[in-house]
């Protein structure tokens, strides 16, 4: 009779989790396993891991997008312009909301427009559009810092808590599983598969690659938008700059949590599991007081251990 294998590979992620996690509570029995600190944690890393759950879409195409971090700084600025401008009513929370969004929408339109009908490579029309969303911010907010304190309908989408936990962290467990959904359970995630895993093939077998590609961009530059605006409620302030760094920071998770730049491999799970990681290691320096001179060098070992 023959044996079947397991494959350990797929347990590999849980348990450089847990073992983290152990690792963190034998370090800091005191104040790392508190559900406070755990909560702060997922506060810390929702929006990039509901950003990780769009992009996931672009990175399975074999794409990429360095319009991150300009286009979350945008959408933030809009939706708090918004709400400045309709002097901080109810329905200038839904407006300014609905109109990053939007926006969002329309960046992956755009990209994906650019992409597939011109043929330029991915990371040259993001490049190019980073630019213009930054600078479309910076003349919005005459590269100023505005803040938005009121109302409370606005600042509470990045604050609340439900049973403990701030509601960012819901809203990236609804994004992650509607993510997820989308790419294992539906025909069109089983397309965004093909078409990275290999493109000619998926348009001989009669995929819309051109399609699917537009709407993964779009999906990307959506959770994109929804971030830029749970950032704007978190810091209760939008500027130029709100993004800043948040580009590097989703594809290192997606990285770390198996994804393939190259196209065809990786999972919502993954890309959450990524940014969990990260956030547990930022976290853990901070409370062993790691200086801010080795954070670099300790991150980047973490990365090479995760990713090998």
Request: net charge positive; aromatic share 8%.
């Amino acid at each position: 009779m023959m044996k079947k294998k397991i494959n350990f590979s797929r347990f590999s992620k849980p348990i450089i989790l847990v073992a983290f996690i152990i690792i963190l509570t034998i370090l800091r029995p005191t104040t790392f396993p508190t559900v406070s600190n755990i909560a702060n944690v997922l506060w810390s890393v929702s929006v990039i891991g509901i950003m990780a759950c769009g992009a996931i879409f672009v990175f399975l195409l074999g794409g990429i997008d360095l319009s991150i971090a300009t286009l979350c700084g945008l959408s933030a600025v809009v939706c708090v312009t918004v709400i400045r401008a309709m002097n901080y009513s109810g329905g200038s929370v839904v407006l300014g909301i609905l109109l990053a969004m939007a926006i969002g929408c329309g960046a992956g339109l755009l990209h994906g427009f650019l992409i597939t009908t011109f043929q330029i490579p991915a990371f040259l029309v993001t490049f190019a559009t980073s630019m213009v969303f930054q600078g479309l911010s910076m003349l919005i907010t005459n590269n100023k810092i505005i803040g938005c304190t009121a109302p409370e309908s606005f600042t509470a989408i990045g604050s609340v808590k439900l049973l403990g936990f701030p509601l960012p962290i819901y809203l990236m467990i609804l994004i992650a599983v509607i993510g997820w959904y989308i790419l294992r359970k539906t025909v069109f995630g089983r397309q965004v598969y093909a078409v990275g895993g290999n493109q000619t093939a998926a348009e001989i077998s009669g995929i819309r690659v051109r399609k699917v590609s537009v709407v993964c961009y779009m999906l990307c530059s959506l959770t994109v938008a929804v971030g830029g605006i749970i950032l704007a409620s978190m810091t209760q302030q939008a500027a130029a700059a709100t993004g800043s760094g948040y580009t590097n920071d989703v594809i290192t998770a997606a990285v770390i949590g198996g994804v393939s730049l190259l196209g065809g491999e990786g999972t919502v799970p993954g890309a959450i599991f990524g940014a969990v990681l990260m956030g547990l290691l930022n976290n853990g320096m901070n409370l062993m007081s790691v200086p801010s001179t080795q954070t670099g060098l300790v991150k980047g070992l973490v990365i090479i251990i995760a990713v090998a």
